[in-house]
């Protein structure tokens, strides 16, 4: 069960990301839930970095999936504009 909700949240962070940031990316459903894991991740690293210090690498919950994948999905447009 765990496995399904990370990927809801997934989805649902990668989609909200792709809203947010300007521009427009082709990418279909599986890219937006590798988006949005990727940018939980992110989230969860960024958010034990500020909070405790540590530079663990684990899960985050739906605001810092969705802020991650932001992060994530700015900086894969910056390096596609340089390739």
Aim: zero cysteines; a neutral charge.
């Amino acid at each position: 069960m765990g496995l399904i909700v990370w990927l809801v949240v997934g989805l649902i962070a990668g989609f909200v990301a792709r809203a947010v940031v300007p521009g427009r990316e082709s990418m279909g459903a599986i890219g937006t839930i590798v988006l949005g894991l990727i940018g939980s991740l992110i989230g969860g690293f960024l958010g034990n970095l500020f909070v405790d210090g540590n530079l663990d690498i684990e899960a985050a919950g739906i605001i810092g999936s969705i802020l991650g994948a932001i992060v994530a999905l700015f900086a894969y447009k910056a390096m596609a504009r340089t390739a």
